[in-house]
């Protein structure tokens, strides 16, 4: 028997222009207008309060259609010659009806918002029990970046991931780490690296819209083979400078997978970075070294994981575990709004959990393989987290929880999202609004303001665990980084360090140097550069998927 998984947000390989049932991209009567076969543009359609039209009758009637090949999806690109109003009336329709909180959306007139500005008004402006908004996660891409980028792990730049403290002068960027082989692990980058210049510009303090426009257009660059100059301070204090071309980059999410030996006996440490496809095989490579050296404990380090693909956490969560402990308890059980409560708005299928998947998945074809994955037999695990693991990692933990594994969380809390989306292309943009939330094998899904480490949990969103600061003094995977000899030292005496590694602070080395105005009048303004950390996969997607039996 096999379990296809036709599902959801294509895993991966189609263009992702998912519809529920009664929606689709065909033209239905009404205000949309006619198809774009015609040779004209149909008249833009008209807004009436309350009255949500099917948003088949405005899907691919573009302002800009693309023409031609589709290269991700196969054929030709569906768009039509439209108006502004039809991709906002397809916005509109299609997010009051899969929108988790759609009940909290005002019914705006779309006439005088632009595209983009309307889109993010479709979302709740509740906030949590903390304060912070309900829906952080509101966002779009250009559908070929998000497609390149989940379906191969490549994006265009130099390799570098940012640990952003401010946008804002006096700016603050440290590099976290850098991906191998990538142009900046090349020159010699490393983490810890402080951003001091970039082509002359004081990266720090210069607050001119020409200064802004200049940093912003290294940092992001618009082709491969730009070459741009970045001045760092060292985690030594010394000023290196590196002239960085850039590239498209091959993401490795699995890094530094080894086992390290402890007074409590082999534990097996691996840091992963986003749950992209490439990600599987370097996952079943990691739990086989850890299975073949008998490891007793293991650290997966998720301190920059924002999630991706919820099957490939559910893969994981059975590679940590077995079916021993699983005893075909599900991973992860998907709630839409009141529409939809027995349904999948998107797919149309009857509703049923997501499974620890046991097997490898061909994110292809989107069908189970016949090769079962490996597994540790864990019932305890530790994990490494701070305010960017988020999303799928999130769920990972809960997953584990719900299944009595104990989960030892060793940073600071987690982002809080309980929450997940089928980004759905339109005319060139993926759109991503939140759909559904997840909850465990428990029923338990509240860690809307994250999950926090303590060493006595009150609440249900408390972890048993240890506050460890980021120590960008040491490399990732250094048994004396901070947070790994934290939970290193919890391994070995079930207690938490008084004291770890030197912290952010070694990573910028002596502020003083940088430049005299890092406080006082010039403290937080000026404009804001682009923030790096802001990457729609790497923070914010959670890929459902859904398994038939057939």
């Known amino acids: 028997m096999q379990l296809n998984l036709k599902t959801t947000l294509a895993l991966i390989s189609s ?99 632009g595209i983009p500005a309307y889109f ?3 979302k709740t402006t509740a906030v949590t029990d903390s304060g912070v908004a309900k829906d952080q996660f509101h966002f779009t891409q250009n559908t070929a970046d998000y497609l390149q980028q989940s379906q191969s792990g490549v994006s265009s730049g130099y390799g570098i991931e940012w640990s952003v403290g401010s946008t804002r002068v006096p700016r603050s960027f440290v590099v976290a780490y850098t991906e191998p082989n990538s142009p900046a692990a090349l020159a010699g980058v490393k983490r810890g690296d402080f951003l001091l210049e970039v082509n002359g510009v004081n990266f720090v303090n210069d607050s001119s819209n020409s200064g802004v426009d200049a940093i912003n257009a290294a940092l992001f660059p618009a082709n491969s083979g730009e070459q741009h100059r970045f001045k760092f301070r060292t985690v030594a204090n010394t000023e290196v400078s590196y002239q960085l071309r850039s590239a498209d980059v091959t993401s490795s999410p699995v890094q530094n997978a080894k086992v390290i030996n402890s007074e409590a006996g082999p534990v097996g440490y691996f840091q992963f970075n986003s749950y992209i496809v490439p990600a599987q095989q370097q996952l079943i490579n990691a739990v086989k070294l850890f299975r073949d050296a008998a490891i007793s404990e293991l650290v997966v380090d998720l301190r920059y994981n924002g999630g991706g693909l919820l099957a490939l956490a559910g893969q994981l969560g059975y590679m940590v575990t077995g079916p021993d402990i699983i005893q075909n308890r599900f991973f992860e059980r998907l709630q839409f709004n009141d529409k939809y409560p027995n349904t999948n708005p998107v797919t149309g299928a009857s509703l049923s959990p997501t499974p620890f998947y046991n097997r490898e998945i061909n994110y292809e074809s989107g069908t189970l393989s016949s090769t079962v994955l490996p597994n540790l037999n864990l019932s305890r695990i530790y994990v490494l987290t701070t305010e960017n693991t ?31 989306f089928y ?17 465990n094998s428990k029923g338990f899904g509240d860690y809307a303001d994250g999950f926090k480490p303590t060493t006595a949990p009150v609440f249900a969103a408390d972890v048993k665990g240890c506050a460890a600061a980021d120590d960008f003094s040491k490399q990732l995977g250094d048994p004396a980084e901070g947070m790994l000899e934290t939970a290193l030292h919890y391994i070995e005496t079930d207690s938490c360090l ?53």
């Not at 809960?398 to 969380?409: P, S």
């Not at 600071?412 to 929450?419: L, M, N, V």
């Not at 912290?503 to 502020?511: K, M, P, T």
Request: hydrophobic share 30%.
């Open 423 to 439: 980004p759905t292309d339109n005319c060139g943009t993926t759109y991503f609004t939140i759909q559904f939330s997840g909850i």
């Open 120 to 122: 993010n008004l479709l």
């Open 15 to 113: 263009l992702l222009l998912i519809t529920a049932c009664g929606g689709g991209s065909g033209n239905s009567s009404g205000s949309g207008g006619s198809g774009g076969t015609g040779g004209g543009t149909p008249a833009a359609p008209s807004w009436t309060a309350g009255q949500f039209l099917d948003e088949s009758q405005f899907k691919n009637f573009c302002v800009a259609p693309r023409s031609g090949a589709d290269p991700f999806n196969g054929g030709v690109y569906p768009d039509k010659a439209g108006t502004a109003m039809h991709e906002k009336m397809w916005l509109r329709s299609w997010n009051n009806r899969t929108y988790l909180w759609y009940k909290e959306v005002a019914d705006l007139d779309p006439t005088s918002y």
């Open 498 to 550: 008084t004291s770890t590694g030197s912290g952010i602070s070694s990573a910028v080395g002596s502020l003083s140097g940088i430049g005299a105005t890092l406080s006082g009048s010039a403290a937080a303004s000026g404009p804001a550069v682009r923030n790096p950390a802001e990457k729609p996969l790497t923070n914010t997607i959670r890929v459902p998927v859904k398994d038939q039996q057939e």
């Open 390 to 420: 988020c999303s799928a990692s999130e769920a990972f933990m809960n997953g584990l929880r719900g299944i009595d594994v104990e989960v030892i969380q060793i940073g600071g809390k987690t982002c809080g999202k309980p929450y997940g």
